[in-house]
T-cell receptor
């Protein structure tokens, strides 16, 4: 399944670092999502972009900053993260007007 | 707000046997979608099956079928002829009916192990 790709697959960073997660979809979709998957918790929605505009921000701290330069790419910029931000970050895409979301393989983030 | 509950954190099944994973949800919406996603150790979240709430017929995809009970707000997944490759985390998810870009609400998941 290579419709949605994410890089890097693994990332270790210190609390003072700045890094970015990248998501790319090759499915011609026009909506993209960031979800956070922490241990023993359900997947939580972070952001939704539709036609490159942010349509939902699920009360995410400002140390997470999304960017959607075009309908195929979605970034999550990270700065001054906390150890509790360690999680699997999943990107997904869908076509507006349809219901099925397709997921990438995720980035496993560890904050030291 | 919608919630999704998966009451079985872990389950196991013998290869070739049948297993049923439970899911209940809470919503005041009348039109919505329900999904089962599979997440193997590779972490890729893969759609297994989807159900539209306005359809009474239960969805089926090869060895996977659902028992959708709208009044009871129940959406269980049955896996027949279980295979070793079915070993994974299984997530039940809910989505309100919308014109698009509506987020999924997930349960906590059930870890299924298929034993040879």
């Amino acid at each position: 399944e290579t419709g949605v790709t994410q890089t890097p697959r693994h990332l270790v960073m210190g609390m003072t670092n700045k890094k970015s997660l990248k998501c790319e979809q090759h499915l011609g979709h026009n909506a993209m999502y960031w979800y956070k998957q922490s241990a023993k918790k359900p997947l939580e929605l972070m952001f939704v972009y539709s036609l490159e505009e942010r349509v939902e921000n699920n009360s995410v701290p400002s140390r997470f900053s999304p960017e959607c330069p075009n309908s195929s790419h979605l970034f999550l910029h990270l700065h001054t993260l906390q150890p509790e931000d360690s999680a699997l970050y999943l990107c997904a895409s869908s076509q507006s007007g349809t219901d099925t979301q397709y997921f990438g393989p995720g980035t496993r983030l560890t904050v030291l | 707000a919608q919630t999704v509950t998966q009451s079985q954190p872990e389950m196991s099944v013998q290869e070739a046997e049948t297993v049923t994973l439970s899911c209940t949800y809470d919503t005041s919406e009348s039109n919505y979608y329900l999904f089962w996603y599979k997440q193997p150790p590779s972490r890729q979240m893969i759609l297994v099956i989807r159900q539209e709430a306005y359809k009474q017929q239960n969805a089926t995809e090869n060895r996977f079928s659902v028992n959708f009970q709208k009044a009871a707000k129940s959406f269980s997944l049955k896996i027949s002829d279980s295979q070793l490759g079915d070993t994974a985390m299984y997530f039940c998810a809910f989505m309100k009916h919308n014109s698009g870009n509506t987020p999924l609400v997930f349960g906590k998941g059930t870890r299924l192990s298929v034993i040879a």
